[in-house]
């Protein structure tokens, strides 16, 4: 992305006017979120993970209930897979509760208990990437770091009238970011994008950023933050991910035999499929197999 490019949108976006009509917006429009209270960089950290690919109203209920069971990286890190994986019953992509063991394991066993405020260390942990990284320190210790999810990429997209990569929708979200209001702002803008500007059936004539947003102006264009390569979807009915999923809730009752995962699979003549989702499972370190043929979850 050209330099002017950056600085047009930037004269656009942080005027004061449009600024000050963000934060009018978010502190009356904002939703109340339990890991907006806090700073603790433990229960955000909590929170980004369990916010990945998942609504936050399904996230409300199993943030409060993780962290009374582990308010600290050095209990979680001192209880099992297994038990992690207990909890994160509900929220799905259950690879995600195995990066925050593996993640509280590090933080004890390398930064004594807390949790870096690096980007550099953060993103040596498992499972991080550079949102999640970014995301805590904004929103816990109150760096002024841009943080861009899909939500702010396709507000940045549509303010700006065309199709940007993640690279360059970063690069304009640092730019335009208001000294010392990196909390208030990253969190007015991953807002817009998740309640105003989403996806399908956007409210653009409640957008606190219409007045600068070049697709706003010119409706009719190809929506620029939708891709024309759009990966299609899997189907989640009849999916590996679906059938990981039983799995994983059956065994959060009791242990299992191999010879009954077809059918908890829901494909009771497909063998050859249901040994490579076990040996997966087992790789991603969700469940043990016994040489007797016991499935458990790593409760070791």
């Not at 394991?105 to 991080?128: M, N, Q, R, W, Y």
């Not at 059938?243 to 494909?267: H, T, Y």
Request: proline share 5%; glycine share 6%.
């Amino acid at each position: 992305m050209c330099h002017n490019s950056i600085l047009e949108l930037r004269s656009r976006v942080m005027h004061s006017n449009t600024i000050s009509k963000v934060f009018l917006w978010w502190d009356s429009e904002k939703r109340d979120l339990p890991w907006r209270i806090s700073r603790d960089p433990w229960a955000i950290l909590v929170s980004e993970f369990m916010l990945q690919q998942t609504q936050a109203s399904r996230v409300v209920a199993k943030y409060k209930t993780f962290l009374e069971r582990f308010p600290n990286p050095t209990l979680c890190a001192s209880s099992t897979p297994g038990k992690v994986i207990e909890l994160w019953s509900g929220l799905g992509y259950n690879r995600r509760a195995i990066n925050l063991h593996r993640t509280a394991k590090t933080i004890a066993e390398k930064h004594k208990g807390t949790v870096p405020d690096e980007l550099s260390l953060l993103l040596d942990l498992p499972g991080i990437g550079d949102y999640t990284a970014r995301a805590i320190l904004a929103f816990s210790f109150e760096k002024d770091v841009a943080v861009v999810d899909v939500n702010v990429k396709r507000v940045l997209s549509r303010l700006e009238g065309r199709t940007l990569s993640m690279k360059e929708a970063q690069s304009i979200a640092d730019q335009n970011l208001p000294t010392g209001e990196g909390w208030r702002w990253n969190q007015a803008m991953i807002e817009i994008g998740a309640t105003i500007c989403t996806a399908r059936k956007t409210k653009c004539d409640k957008c606190p950023l219409k007045e600068t947003c070049t697709w706003t102006k010119n409706q009719a264009a190809t929506d620029p933050a939708i891709s024309v390569k759009s990966k299609k979807l899997e189907t989640f009915e009849g999916s590996d991910r679906q059938g990981r999923g039983k799995l994983i809730s059956a065994l959060r009752n009791e242990p299992i035999m191999e010879k009954d995962v077809p059918q908890i699979f829901g494909w009771p003549n497909d063998h050859k499929r249901c040994k490579r989702v076990l040996k997966k499972l087992e790789k991603d370190g969700l469940i043990v197999i016994a040489d007797s043929g016991k499935i458990s979850l790593p409760n070791g």
